[in-house]
């Protein structure tokens, strides 16, 4: 009777925690759904003040633009009308001053023809003298109507019917955009932000990537073109930051609506240049080293060892210069100062004419020469931790990757010792050569 009783206590305390787990279950779907429903709420009212401003925007606009043009047409009715008035005001003028000195020529005369009765004859002769000078046979010519201009405004009444249908056509309303970031991944010193299509029916010809820190309001543009992933660089360890991606369908001009903003953040310290080394020049965040015109040159060392297994390693390649057979890029386990390359032990790397190095042996493999844009990844996992049975001595092995302009090399690492963390370095022996590592 008393295991019964102990099954059946046993089966209502499962029965319970089974309920509790349901209960919180369910209250995480409360949650979801809270949530869900703000930011359709949000996204509605959002949208709805976007339309009322754009709109009452496009109206003050074309407002302008039609004032504009009005008053450019009167401009123009303006100028006509004052070129053409000129010159009918010219011979108006012309004209007045013919008719006045007619009606002086007529009284003139008349006295001289009344005045001949009893006196002089001099003044008739002179009379007559100056009205032939005054040639009364010459008149002005008036243009005619037909040749005179006749304003008038022509209006196309189908414009009306053009901006009618454009209006009608202005804008659509998307209930989800059409791309969504997918993944976002921390890196050292930054996030890896990765998007993908949701919409079917859209093609995308240009991304567009924005961030700020999660409590700032202003994001700015940190990316602009073809690709679906980028690493956002210059980010502040163990701070969250937000993430929003947008697209520009094909042959488009404007921008697909803004993907849900994500938050994400790092917790690795972004990989730094070793400073004070004669020889490189250093950014202000010690992530690009420059090979200058100092004599001086040697293994530029990282300032810690910041690359852990599991993670990528990036150097990109800025800038070049004059290629030496000693030029390296790649990792170590301590700095050994003094060296002139990677090329030693306890390193792997890649010189900038491609050919691999382990240990200071040059592998038969080798990957194409590294140019202005090139970006040399390394990738490292540890094998195996036990004591090894090869003829090598080692008892630490690690199995690295080594890619560069679309091709890559795969080999083993074999060590003496375990590797927690491990260094990165470059060496040129010229200067031009410009790295930056993240």
Known sequence: MELETEALLQEARESVEAARTYRRELQQRLKGLHLARQQIKESAALTRDVLGQHFNDLKGTLRKLLDER?????????????????????????IEHGVST?????????????????????????????????????????????DVPCLSAQL?????????????????????PPIQIEELIEKPGGILVRWCKV?????????????????????????????TEF??????????????????????QEWSPWS???????????????????????????????????QPGGVLYSKAPTYYCGQTLTFRIETVGPVD?????????????????????????????????????????????????????????????????????GNFKLRVTISSNNREVVFDWVLDQCCGSLYFGCSFSYPGWKVLVF
């Open 70 to 94: 009005l008053v450019s047409l009167l401009q123009e009715v303006d100028t006509i009308e004052q070129d053409s008035i000129k010159p009918l005001e010219e011979c108006q003028k012309l």
């Open 102 to 146: 007619a009606d002086e020529l007529v009284r003139e005369g008349e006295n001289a023809i009344h005045g001949t009765i009893g006196e002089d004859r001099d003044k008739l002769c002179s009379f007559t003298k100056k009205a032939l000078h005054i040639q009364l046979d010459s008149l002005p010519e008036v243009p005619a109507l037909v």
């Open 156 to 176: 196309d009444d189908s414009l009306l019917t053009i901006v009618k249908s454009e209006i009608f056509k202005h804008g659509t309303i998307a209930s989800r």
């Open 199 to 227: 919409d079917d029916d859209f093609i995308p010809q240009d991304y567009r990537l924005q961030y700020c820190k999660s409590n700032a309001t202003h994001f700015e543009d940190v990316y602009v073109g073809s690709e």
């Open 231 to 252: 690493i956002v660089l210059h980010i502040d360890p163990n701070v969250d930051y937000q993430f929003r991606v947008c697209a520009r369908g094909d042959g488009r």
């Open 260 to 294: 849900v903003s994500q938050i994400g953040h790092t917790t690795l310290v972004p990989h730094e240049w070793a400073p004070g080394f004669d020889g490189y020049s250093l950014s202000s965040r010690r992530n690009i080293a420059l090979r200058n015109d100092s």
């Open 325 to 393: 057979k000693k030029d390296s890029i790649g990792v170590c386990v301590e700095q050994q100062n003094g060296c002139d390359s990677l090329q030693r032990d306890k390193a792997v790397c890649i010189s900038t004419n491609g050919a691999v190095f382990v240990n200071g042996k040059e592998m038969t493999n080798q990957l194409p020469a590294v140019t202005s844009g090139s970006a040399v990844t390394f990738d490292m996992e540890a094998v195996n931790l036990g004591p090894s049975n090869n003829n090598e001595g």
